[in-house]
């Protein structure tokens, strides 16, 4: 992927934004670990961030490729199966950040890249991510998703100065996190009709050259499905860099927004209810698929019906909330207490404009469509129902959106369907 080309695309673009990403190589192909050496030619002091996985997969290959530098290194070790991106794992890292050091590698995907990226954000450091799994697309973003205080948060950082993808080893990782990158693509028909909605409903900043291409290139990858599936390592390459794309274009404008809404909250809800609770929940990217999947049915019934104002009960939220957040409570309604939208009444405007809204929803593919998208990968959707109970999928349908500070069809549906 040629990011200086892409940078020329989006120079003087009708939006009105400058578009840039501060990542300065990107190299996804076979071998694309070799480039590391050379990558790495101007630096001394280098902290290598793995997990135990990512440390017997490349650990060596890495520490081979290094040999000469002064590199220390540092294995996360996993909590409950997995190592959970919050305030304990943030402070290892940085404990191991000295003054002498010059970079932070991080080895591996969404956790490590996350931590790594917020640690070399707050220490004024260059970073470089050597991907080991297609799974997500933040890699290139200039956010990263964290769990602190028991919320969901994404705090701003900068991409990576470096992204590295071998075709080699991304053709070989768990098939569950090559579906689930596959997944988080396949998403990006839900929140982009999210973001169109908002643009109109509240004048929120849009961008139709980013949204374009978010959406041609959910397109390609969707077309590659059976071979993603089977592990082609050319269609492997090109959802990765499909997923790397995606994450330019959030950095192009500063935010998620044309990669993350309703069906990321879905899953941000299942992943905090499940830590909070000690329940199982699905791989990032999968969450994402079946949850707009699960979202194209809602939003099928709503185009069905027409919009009438539902009043806010503030007394049985606070108790709704308190009860599905337990001890991450009263970070949710501090979040919302400040935003306010329950109390705005914009029905003036939803009732005189529905027909134009239920064009905006319309962009979004059927069930019946999501459903053969996520068939195509191998994935199989009435796995979704049977991990999450009725009650988990209607409170995630009304308080999932609480999560976060963006306006999206769960907004519209609590406020006028439910």
């Known amino acids: 992927m040629d990011i200086v080309k892409l940078r020329k695309k989006f120079s003087n673009c009708q939006c009105g934004k400058e578009h840039n990403c501060n990542t300065k190589a990107i190299e996804i192909k076979k071998g694309a670990i070799n480039k590391l050496k050379d990558l790495c030619e101007n630096f001394n002091s280098i902290l290598v961030v793995f997990d135990e996985n990512t440390y017997m997969l490349c650990g060596s290959k890495i520490k081979s490729l ?27 890292i940085e404990e191991k950040v000295f003054d002498k050091t010059d970079l932070i590698i991080g080895v591996g995907s969404g956790v490590i890249n996350d931590l790594c990226k917020q640690v070399s954000f707050t220490k004024n450091l260059p970073y470089f991510i050597v991907a080991t799994a297609p799974s997500m697309d933040g890699y290139a973003s ?19 100065m470096a992204i590295i993808g071998d075709t080699e080893i991304l053709k070989n990782a768990p098939i569950e996190m090559i579906r ?37 290139c959910a397109n390609s990858v969707k077309r590659l499905a059976n071979k993603i599936k089977n592990r082609d390592e050319k269609a492997i390459g090109k959802l990765m860099e499909g997923l790397v794309l995606v994450g330019v274009l959030m950095s192009f404008v500063g935010s998620s927004r044309p990669a993350s809404g309703s069906e990321h909250h879905l899953s941000h809800y299942f992943e905090i209810t499940g830590i909070l609770d000690n329940t199982e929940y699905f791989a990032h990217g999968i969450d994402v698929v079946y949850s707009a999947t699960f979202l194209a049915r809602l939003k099928d019934k709503m185009l069905t019906s027409n919009p009438k104002k539902v009043e806010f009960n503030k007394e049985q939220y606070l108790k709704d909330i308190e009860r599905i957040y337990t001890k991450s409570a009263s970070e949710v309604i501090k979040l919302q207490e400040k935003l306010g939208w329950y109390y705005s009444d914009d029905s003036a405007f939803i009732y ?3 027909a134009k809204i239920k064009k ?28 999450y109970s009725k009650e988990k ?21 609590y406020n006028y369907f439910r």
């Open 180 to 216: 689930a990158g596959y997944g988080d693509i396949i998403g990006k028909y839900s929140c982009l009709v999210d973001w169109k909605l908002s643009a109109f409903i509240n004048n929120e900043y849009f961008c139709k050259k980013v949204y374009n291409l978010t959406y041609k």
């Open 142 to 160: 200039v956010g990263s998703a964290l769990i602190l205080k028991g919320m969901k948060v994404t705090l701003n950082a900068r991409p990576p």
């Open 66 to 92: 290094l040999n000469g530098k002064d590199f220390s290194e540092l294995v996360l070790t996993a909590q409950e199966k997995v190592v959970i991106p919050n305030e304990e794992k943030l402070k290892e």
């Open 352 to 354: 005189s404009n529905w």
């Open 393 to 413: 999928l209607d409170g995630a349908i009304l308080y999932a959106k609480d999560l976060k500070d963006r306006y999206t069809v769960l907004w519209l549906y």
């Open 360 to 387: 905006i929803i319309k962009k979004s593919p059927s069930f019946e469509k999501f459903n053969k998208m996520v068939t195509a990968v191998g994935l199989d959707y009435s796995e979704f129902e049977k991990l």
